[in-house]
């Protein structure tokens, strides 16, 4: 249910570039990196919006730099999510996602723990009508400190147990999410059950060296955000990817070309045919 509500919002986001080859330019044509007062940015600034047509897709609303809510607005509807970030000192310790629908479909609350000044541990509380969802996640690093895994275990429907688990198995490569396995499987007796597992992979490739305009917001709000769309799990990455395949077992792989327009100081400021755009603030 959850993932059909948003599948028009996630096909926007992986298919809303068109082919091109690499646009950088000084000055690309209607160029978006100013603010809303049109002063053009050429220092330290932060992603402030994405627009596709008249559509802000995307909205992060900041204040001095600090992520304080965020709006995620479906492709083909007025359904709207919106996230409100609360903080214990400079980290993320709660994301609460709620959407405008009634009954509300995604109603997530998110607590954050850190180890070692890395975020470690999140549980997720959801209620959906009368039922109540519980999920606890372990974040691991490989022992070079860089994302391994997020494994979520599940109950559902107020159950005592885990009964379902979901594992997000990172590949980086030169600080990029090269490729992302996302495997679902039943519990059984509080052990994840092989025999009902299902795995949908998600290939990153072609990255540019350009900025990732995703690095200028925390990262720790898109490590949540993954485990509800893991397909933009590459808004992790420090550059932005020229293609996306998605594999599945029995099912042909579907590859999406993205591409980009950037400004001087190499930040992307819209797609070729300039209907993605992407609007920052400065610092």
Same mark, same amino acid.
């Given at each position: 249910?959850?993932?059909?509500?948003?599948?028009?919002? !996630? #096909? !926007?986001?992986?298919?809303?570039?068109?082919?091109?080859?690499?646009?950088?330019?000084?000055?690309?044509?209607?160029?978006?990196?100013?603010?809303?007062?049109?002063? &053009?940015?050429? $220092?330290?600034?932060?992603?402030?919006?994405?627009?596709?047509?008249?559509?802000?897709?995307?909205?992060?609303?900041?204040?001095?730099?600090?992520?304080?809510?965020? !709006?995620?607005?479906?492709?083909?509807?007025?359904?709207?999510? &919106?996230?409100? @970030?609360?903080?214990?000192?400079?980290?993320?310790?709660?994301?609460?996602?709620?959407?405008?629908?009634?009954?509300?479909?995604?109603?997530?609350?998110?607590?954050?723990?850190?180890?070692? $000044? +890395?975020?470690?541990?999140?549980?997720?509380?959801?209620?959906?009508?009368?039922?109540?969802?519980?999920?606890?996640?372990? @974040?691991?690093?490989?022992?070079? $400190?860089?994302?391994?895994?997020?494994?979520? +275990?599940?109950?559902?429907?107020?159950?005592?147990?885990?009964?379902?688990?979901?594992?997000?198995?990172?590949?980086?490569?030169?600080?990029?999410? #090269?490729?992302?396995?996302?495997?679902?499987?039943?519990?059984?007796?509080?052990?994840?059950?092989?025999?009902?597992?299902?795995?949908?992979?998600?290939?990153?490739?072609?990255?540019?060296?350009?900025?990732?305009?995703?690095?200028?917001?925390?990262?720790?709000?898109?490590?949540?955000?993954? &485990?509800?769309?893991?397909?933009?799990?590459? #808004? !992790?990455?420090?550059?932005?990817?020229?293609?996306?395949?998605?594999?599945?077992?029995?099912?042909?792989?579907?590859?999406?070309? +993205?591409?980009?327009?950037?400004? #001087?100081?190499?930040?992307? @400021?819209?797609?070729? $045919?300039?209907?993605?755009?992407?609007?920052?603030?400065?610092?």
């Amino acid at each position: 249910m959850i993932k059909k509500y948003f599948i028009s919002s !996630l #096909a !926007l986001l992986a298919l809303s570039f068109s082919v091109s080859c690499d646009n950088t330019t000084e000055d690309p044509p209607n160029q978006n990196n100013s603010n809303s007062g049109g002063t &053009t940015i050429t $220092g330290p600034r932060i992603l402030s919006k994405i627009t596709n047509g008249n559509i802000d897709q995307e909205e992060y609303i900041t204040n001095a730099g600090v992520l304080s809510q965020a !709006l995620i607005r479906d492709a083909g509807s007025n359904n709207t999510i &919106t996230a409100t @970030v609360t903080y214990s000192g400079d980290k993320i310790s709660k994301i609460k996602y709620l959407d405008n629908v009634n009954p509300h479909v995604i109603n997530h609350l998110y607590t954050l723990s850190y180890t070692g $000044g +890395k975020l470690s541990e999140i549980t997720m509380d959801q209620t959906l009508v009368s039922s109540a969802n519980h999920s606890d996640f372990t @974040v691991y690093y490989d022992a070079n $400190g860089q994302l391994y895994r997020i494994v979520e +275990k599940k109950k559902m429907g107020g159950s005592a147990t885990y009964t379902h688990y979901v594992e997000n198995k990172f590949t980086f490569a030169a600080g990029n999410v #090269a490729k992302l396995d996302y495997t679902t499987m039943l519990m059984n007796g509080g052990n994840p059950d092989p025999s009902t597992s299902t795995t949908m992979s998600y290939a990153y490739d072609n990255y540019d060296n350009k900025i990732n305009p995703y690095t200028t917001l925390p990262k720790e709000y898109f490590m949540v955000t993954g &485990t509800l769309f893991p397909i933009n799990f590459n #808004a !992790l990455s420090s550059n932005n990817t020229g293609k996306i395949t998605l594999i599945s077992s029995g099912a042909p792989q579907t590859s999406v070309p +993205k591409s980009y327009l950037y400004d #001087a100081q190499n930040y992307p @400021v819209s797609d070729p $045919g300039q209907i993605v755009k992407y609007v920052y603030k400065p610092l």
